[in-house]
């Protein structure tokens, strides 16, 4: 595996390397992922992924017999593109000597795990379209997610679009301009429930 392998971090750990420490439970202590804000967001959505892909696969299992690994694998590789650093978003900050400055790739951890949270969603992935690097450029949101097939679609999409805007608006000073949301396929869950 090289450098330039897409399924490695800019810290050299690969995504297999990740998943093999979450499945032991993170032990023992790994200081170098741990300590790593791009393997941390990397566990985040690993983690995220591991909970859906186990209760999508018993749901397939009983109703289809063994699934497509393709969606996973698809879902796996948006992570390991988007917990990449990427490029830095600049912070206001009242002292012109100090720079500050926000990773993409934690943007687009937030807006993962806010997207993530709304019940019936899995974020596929996300991206930043736009000047990022230039305070106040106007930027639009790109976000796939797959559906559960029995939420109201519309309402869920609000409801994601609405809760991204509020966590990018809290904590970043991006310009969004919009939000664009692709449902790009449907699941069945038995969370979907949750907190209902």
């Not at 990449?84 to 807006?111: K, S």
């Not at 301009?177 to 790009?184: A, G, M, Q, R």
Request: proline share 6%; aromatic share 2%.
């Amino acid at each position: 595996m090289t450098a330039s392998d897409p399924r490695m971090l800019a810290c050299g750990k690969t995504i297999d390397e990740l998943s093999n420490y979450l499945a032991g439970d993170r032990e023992p202590y790994d200081p170098a992922i741990e300590n790593c804000p791009e393997c941390l967001n990397a566990l985040s959505g690993l983690e995220d992924l591991s909970a859906w892909s186990r209760e999508l696969l018993e749901e397939d299992g009983r109703r289809l017999g063994a699934p497509d690994e393709s969606w996973i694998r698809g879902i796996l590789d948006s992570i390991v593109l988007e917990v990449r650093a990427g490029r830095d978003l600049p912070v206001a900050h009242p002292d012109p000597r100090l720079t500050v400055v926000i990773a993409e790739g934690a943007v687009r951890a937030l807006v993962r795990s806010v997207g993530g949270s709304i019940p019936g969603v899995v974020i596929a992935g996300c991206s930043l379209d736009g000047d990022v690097e230039t305070p106040g450029a106007p930027l639009r949101v790109v976000l796939t997610m797959s559906l559960d097939w029995q939420v109201p679609a519309a309402d869920v999409i609000t409801a994601v679009r609405d809760a991204v805007a509020e966590a990018l608006a809290e904590h970043t000073e991006l310009r969004v301009d919009d939000i664009d949301i692709s449902v790009v396929d449907v699941h069945r869950s038995t969370r979907t429930g949750e907190g209902s």
